[in-house]
């Protein structure tokens, strides 16, 4: 299958509603109270709104809930009913080979209410993302700079919005005061043409699907990421690689991100710590040559230090 690189922002708990779009892959439209489920559960509607003019595939949406696999027969105005339990659920949907598949954010689906989400899907012919790159400011004390951004590419979504940079308020905490309101940490994302002569396989790991939260923890661990940023990478990225059986994995940091997009601070903290993670998925049968596994350094974030961390899935790449 191949993979959808979608918008994803804030901490996983956060629903689509409250996000600003250049482009979307699912939207929750309405919640309403059912007289259909209990208060202990919930109901969604999924609606396939847009596969690039195409006819869903006989009427058939494979799909996961929180991992699990499931098939779901689509009818007339192609959607599908779902009954489960209240509470946050990610989910998973495929199409077809010629589509990326979407994946959600946690939703927080209500007890006693339905909640109807449209899925939009896209060709995957389009271009892969830097996905999620979030960045976190600690300075030694409150201070205002400028941020700005070239990424490698079109910006696709930034949060909060970006125009022609951001302006911030950074405390020693971490906390992110723009025009008035808080934030955890800024988010960017862009649509890039990569050349695939300019990726080098040659070192990482190969990973196994058993093995992968515990690999994240330890490369996390490793690089010096604190408990509230591994577990935002973590919870953004866990339960995609948590559902390949095996995955090629490769960290770059450093001045080797700037592939990605440069970034721009004023005043200059005395640290930037730019880590990305660019992962495949293998397949059953699929043999690659052993990659030389990477050293992780760790990262110096003494004085005022900046962490940036983002990710690129390579689903179209050969090995």
Not at 41 to 62: E, R
Not at 284 to 313: A, K, N, Y
């Amino acid at each position: 299958m191949k993979s959808l690189f979608i918008i994803a922002m804030f901490l996983c708990s956060t629903t689509l509603q409250a996000k600003e779009y250049l482009r979307q892959s699912y939207v929750v439209t309405k919640v309403v109270k059912s007289k259909y489920v209990t208060t202990q559960q919930a109901k969604v509607k999924f609606t396939v709104k847009d596969v690039s003019g195409s006819k869903p595939i006989n009427g058939v949406l494979n799909y996961s809930i929180d991992g699990k696999s499931k098939t779901a027969n689509l009818d007339k105005n192609n959607s599908f009913l779902l009954t489960t339990t209240k509470g946050k659920h990610i989910f998973q949907f495929y199409y077809s080979e010629e589509f990326f598949e979407i994946y959600t954010d946690s939703i927080d689906l209500k007890g006693g209410y339905q909640t109807n989400v449209s899925l939009f899907f896209t060709v995957a012919a389009e271009p892969a993302l830097a996905e999620k790159p979030v960045i976190y400011f600690y300075p030694e004390f409150a201070q205002t700079m400028d941020v700005t951004l070239k990424p490698a590419g079109e910006l696709t979504f930034t949060y909060p919005t970006y125009e022609n940079g951001w302006k911030i308020t950074a405390t020693p905490d971490g906390t992110l005061t723009h025009n008035g309101k808080t934030y955890p940490y800024l988010f960017w994302e862009a649509a890039m043409n990569r050349d695939r002569s300019s990726v080098d396989l040659s070192q990482g790991f190969i990973v196994k699907q058993q093995n992968t939260i515990a690999f994240l923890e330890e490369q996390l661990n490793a690089f010096g990421f604190n408990a509230h940023e591994r577990t935002d990478f973590i919870t953004y990225w866990g339960p995609r690689l948590a559902s390949e059986k095996r995955a090629f994995i490769q960290f770059i940091w450093g001045d080797a991100a700037d592939q990605f997009g440069e970034l721009n601070i004023t005043p200059q903290p005395d640290h930037v710590n730019r880590v990305y993670m660019q992962w495949k998925s293998l397949k059953d049968g699929e043999t690659i040559p052993q990659p030389t596994p990477q050293i992780i350094p760790i990262l110096d974030r003494s004085g005022f230090d900046v962490l940036e961390w983002g990710g690129v899935e390579l689903s179209d790449f050969e090995m």
